[in-house]
């Protein structure tokens, strides 16, 4: 007897092993279906369940018990049962109630994408162009807070913050001190570091890359540059403290900032330390991959292929010139 759970997502069936979240059921198909996900972060334990921008509906329990259920559920904190159903973009129901967490979302969150370093990276921002409207009901102040830098390399700024608490869980899980948590309650919710004591260990960068919106940001990247004006390279290196690999964004031959490589959920691979994050800035310290797998649709993509002007790091490296080679046919086949 095959010990997995048979689910059908929007019509879609796939077998996944018990215990499965709706939302891991749906990343086993890939593609539409997939919920978008603000909070959950499988790479930490415990997250999800706070932004419910992954709601569901379950049109049918499982198959001893087929009642749906009476209210649209968070998938990333749902279990999937035998012979569930689930709707996800096919439910006018959830892209409706999707539209009102979006509204939600941005009540206090600022539209300052032009200004904002992770504008063209940012989960909320293509989550705003795919189910936001075009105007905001709300009457009242937003709240704002000043920046805070976290040590010498971090910036908050919490006027953007969405209070998905991944950061609190990576300084929670990743690294060997608590020393950055969310303070109060509701409207008055923060993200503080009790208060303003640096975050200075080894992994405490990767707060950057697991926040979805520009609420941290990395200091030695602030406004230098608009990240489809970058072109991101795969590279590793030895390092004693960490994988070692990651993605260098470029600038001409310039490495603007070193990040941890991502999945198509914006998830990173691996954290990464302060070290490779920080320090390692010249295209000597890493010895490179080949382009990084955007996806075709993102901004990052645009511009990257030309096999008459290459990007001069693409003409200073054998493996990118014949990645980049590939790539432009494949570009002008499209
Ligand atoms: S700062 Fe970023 S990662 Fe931390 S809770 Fe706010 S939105 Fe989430
Ligand atoms: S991703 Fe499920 S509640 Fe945030």
Not at 14 to 31: K, M, Y
Not at 184 to 205: C, L, M, P, Q, W
């Amino acid at each position: 007897m095959s010990d997995k759970i048979k689910v059908t997502i929007d019509g879609i069936p796939v077998e996944v092993a018990p215990g499965t979240t709706i939302l891991n059921a749906a990343r086993q198909i890939g593609g539409d279906i997939v919920p978008p996900a603000m909070c959950y972060y499988s790479k930490l334990e415990g997250s999800g369940g706070k932004c419910r921008t992954c709601l569901v509906k379950v049109s049918k329990g499982s198959e001893k018990d087929p009642r749906p259920m009476p209210k649209l559920i968070a998938s990333c904190r749902t279990t999937v049962m035998d012979g569930m159903e689930v709707q996800n973009i096919t439910s006018p129901e959830v892209l409706e109630a999707r539209k009102g967490v979006v509204e939600m979302l941005l009540i206090n969150h600022p539209l300052d994408c032009p200004v904002c370093d992770q504008a063209g990276e940012c989960h909320l921002q293509d989550l705003a162009f795919d189910h936001g409207s075009q105007a905001t009901r709300y009457e009242f102040d937003r709240r704002t807070f000043d920046k805070i830098d976290i040590g010498d390399k971090i910036q908050l700024h919490m006027t953007r913050c969405i209070l998905c608490y991944r950061c609190v869980f990576v300084a929670d899980q990743i690294t060997n001190t608590r020393l950055h948590g969310i303070l109060n309650r509701g409207d008055h919710s923060e993200i503080s570091t009790y208060i303003s004591k640096a975050v200075d260990n080894d992994f405490s960068g990767n707060v950057i890359d697991v926040c979805p919106v520009g609420a941290l940001t990395d200091k030695t990247f602030r406004f230098k540059n608009r990240v489809w004006f970058t072109k991101p390279v795969e590279a590793h290196c030895e390092c004693d403290k960490c994988s070692g690999k990651v993605t260098l964004w470029y600038k001409g031959d310039e490495v603007l900032r070193v990040t941890g490589r991502k999945d198509t959920y914006g998830e990173v691979a691996d954290f990464i330390c302060n070290t490779c994050r920080f320090d390692k800035k010249a295209t000597s310290d890493w010895v490179i991959e080949g382009p990084t797998k955007v996806a075709r649709t993102s901004v990052i993509n645009s511009n990257h292929y030309d096999t008459l002007q290459p990007l001069p790091v693409i003409k200073k490296n054998l493996v990118l010139m014949a990645a980049n080679k590939v790539e432009f046919e494949k570009a002008v086949k499209h």
